[in-house]
């Protein structure tokens, strides 16, 4: 209601200072993973770092079960776990968790432009004050993509079972009849060819659309709204397929044998819900070096309720997933819970629990009253539970399928995210800068400014 | 509204000359007991003072008796009363009884919270509550104040009204 009628859209420009005392300190947390990066690798490779003790009982049951699955599917195929066997090797883990992180972290920089493209869309009026923040975030893509793309061309036949050796090779020892007859949409080619043509395609509407809205500034009209509304929907609907399509391929092709029909929404609704988590705590980081004064708490409470309703929408996927998995019990649909709660000598069973406590249950508590959402301490304590609870949601999307029996949290997992974090934090402060951090010629910026609800 | 209660009604013509009338009278030291709109408009439950709805709570309570009364029935008869066996589950199901717990939430919260706004905005059938000056239904925006609960005296508030532009003022 009252408090910024003396900011006019007109006088105001803001722009973020990324101080050298900024990067200095980013650099330093960049350094510090590194180092606990390579010392985890040198523990690693020393075997120290890994649960691999084998309680043999647990071990024996879920082999059984999976023996039982892959029996089931192909009548004697090998199973996805006995491949991680064979093909294990100390450095496998590091891959796994490039993997995990480049496919975190390009989930948060592709959902802030899916964000900006979705206001657009709907020409929403509110969120044009604080749009700048998640409209910086597609840069990381620049880095990202190129590292799912290497990993995936140099290392993709540690992450995927379908890239072994011989699994479509008729006669070959190590032939799957299932993998196989998927071969015609998992194949390195297509993979490729899916991966640069999609990607591409995110860089080049995220270039548009960050060109149009940064002349806008400049010229300001309603010309520049409508383009950018065009921009976002071209882009809404081509991340409407590519989600679904990356889903399917970065995570659910790890566990080549399994598949689910709600896999595409499930990862969605993780990274969309982390993204709000990483753009609230951006904007109360602003806030906070006193920027984005016009930011009050009715759009944090927007953003707050996103958070919020994200969280249970997440819930809702994650638990529709399991309930017609447990309710069907199809053996070959079971193991991937199986897998998750009691394989692995129970090492992903703490993760699964603790997942579900910081994504559904303390969100739940703790942004369920209005109070809550505009205060921004709660805001805060809730966005860094759902970013550590979801970046563990992928965790265990990944690691029981690439690892297996040979995962853990250790200094390699905590040092690999202590580099991606930093890098990430760096590109999109340095995008930051780039812009005025309020769109001063959005149509609707008058309208955000007087947001009361 | 109890016709022994002495109120003075300001009327006004715009929405905006209300919500800046609310605050011009109050400034006096007169305190308004409740603004009449046809339609809601966007800052007048602050400007008047209005205290927020504790309907929420009552949602959170609802829910959870929801919830707690659909798991006992469940558990009950599916465990207790009648067990039986549905695909090969255990008699307590858990997973299976989420969806159906979820619906016994969201329809306790429902008619409670529709039960709880009509009882506490005296909206039960058959009531019939006059307004007081029939034309807040249309064009017009009034404000009451209670002249029991003022200090300030009919004749001042009169003026107060007058001055923060009423078009007119009424006693009722």
């Known amino acids: 209601m009252a408090g910024h009628s003396h900011f006019s859209p007109a006088n105001v420009e803001e722009h973020f200072e ?22 985890g690798i040198y523990l690693l490779s020393k075997g120290e770092a890994g649960g691999h003790e084998v309680a043999a009982a647990g071990h024996d049951a879920v082999k059984a079960g999976h023996e039982a699955a892959a029996e089931h599917v192909s009548g004697g195929a090998v199973s996805h776990q006995a491949g991680v066997e064979e093909h294990y ?8 968790n490039v993997w995990l992180n480049a496919v975190f972290f390009t989930g948060i920089a592709v959902v802030g432009m ?17 749009k700048r923040v998640p409209e910086a975030f597609p840069k990381f893509l620049y880095i990202s993509l190129p590292i799912l793309i290497l990993v995936f061309f140099f290392k993709g036949d540690v992450i995927f079972h379908w890239m072994h050796h011989g699994v479509t090779e008729v006669g070959n020892e190590n032939y799957d009849k299932i993998i196989a007859g998927k071969s015609g949409y998992l194949n390195k080619n297509f993979f490729l060819i899916r991966l640069v043509v ?41 991340f409407g397929a590519s989600s679904s399509v990356f889903a399917w391929d970065w995570v659910m092709s790890i566990d080549t044998h399994w598949f689910s029909t ?19 705590l951006a904007i109360l980081y602003l806030k906070d070096k006193g920027l984005m004064g016009y930011v009050n708490e009715n759009h944090l409470h927007d953003l707050g309720k996103f958070m919020f309703a994200f969280s249970i929408f997440w819930t809702y996927v994650w638990f529709e997933q399991f309930l017609l998995i447990y309710y069907a019990n199809l053996p070959e649909e079971t193991i991937y819970f199986l897998e998750r709660w009691e394989g692995h000598n129970k090492i992903y069973k703490t993760s699964e629990i603790l997942m579900v406590i910081l994504n559904f249950l303390l969100p739940f508590l703790v942004l369920m009253t209005r109070d809550a959402k505009r205060t921004r301490i709660f805001l805060k304590i809730a966005a860094f539970l759902i970013i550590v609870g979801h970046y563990i949601d992928f965790y265990q999307m990944i690691m029981p399928g690439v690892v297996g029996k040979h995962g853990g949290y250790g200094l390699v997992e905590f040092g690999m995210v202590a580099v991606f974090a930093s890098a990430f934090i760096y590109v999109i402060s340095d995008e930051l800068t780039k812009a005025s951090l309020v769109a001063k010629n959005h149509p609707f910026l008058t309208e955000a400014l007087h947001h009361d609800i | 509204m109890s016709s022994t209660t002495n109120y003075i009604l300001g009327v006004y013509d715009d929405e905006d000359e209300v919500l800046h009338a609310v605050s011009a009278v109050k400034a006096k030291g007169i305190k308004v ?18 205290e927020r709805t504790r309907l929420p709570i009552a949602a959170f309570m609802f829910g959870t008796l929801g919830m707690i009364c659909t798991f006992s029935l469940i558990s009950y008869t599916m465990v207790f009363d009648w067990p039986m066996i549905i695909g090969g589950k255990d008699f307590f199901a858990l997973p299976n009884w989420i969806p159906i717990a979820f619906e016994g939430t969201v329809l306790f919260t429902a008619f409670g919270l529709v039960s709880t706004f009509c009882i506490s905005n005296d909206l039960w059938p058959g009531n019939k509550t006059l307004p007081l000056d029939i ?38």
Request: hydrophobic fraction near 50%; charge should be positive.
């Open chain 1, 18 to 39: 990324f101080t050298s005392e900024g990067k200095k300190r980013i650099i330093y947390a960049f350094i510090a993973g590194v180092v606990a990066l390579v010392i």
């Open chain 1, 89 to 96: 090797d100390w450095t496998n883990r590091i891959w796994a």
């Open chain 1, 114 to 130: 899916f964000f900006v493209s979705l206001q657009y869309l709907t020409k929403s009026g509110w969120s044009s004050v604080m």
């Open chain 1, 198 to 238: 999609f990607g591409g395609l995110w860089i080049l509407l995220w270039k548009m659309l960050r060109k149009k809205s940064l002349e806008e500034d400049l010229n300001g009209g309603t010309e520049y709204f409508n383009q950018l509304v065009k921009i976002g929907t071209a882009f809404i609907v081509i």
């Open chain 1, 262 to 280: 709600m896999f595409g929404w499930y990862m969605f609704a993780s990274w969309h819900v982390t993204t709000y988590a990483v753009i609230v």
């Open chain 2, 33 to 50: 007991e409740d603004v009449y709109s046809p339609f809601p408009i966007h800052g007048l439950d602050v400007a008047v003072g209005h």
């Open chain 2, 135 to 172: 034309r807040t239904t249309d064009d017009k925006f009034v404000m009451a104040i209670n002249v029991d609960k003022n200090k300030v005296s009919a004749a001042d508030i009169k003026k107060a009204l007058k001055d923060s532009g009423a078009v007119e003022v009424n006693v009722k």
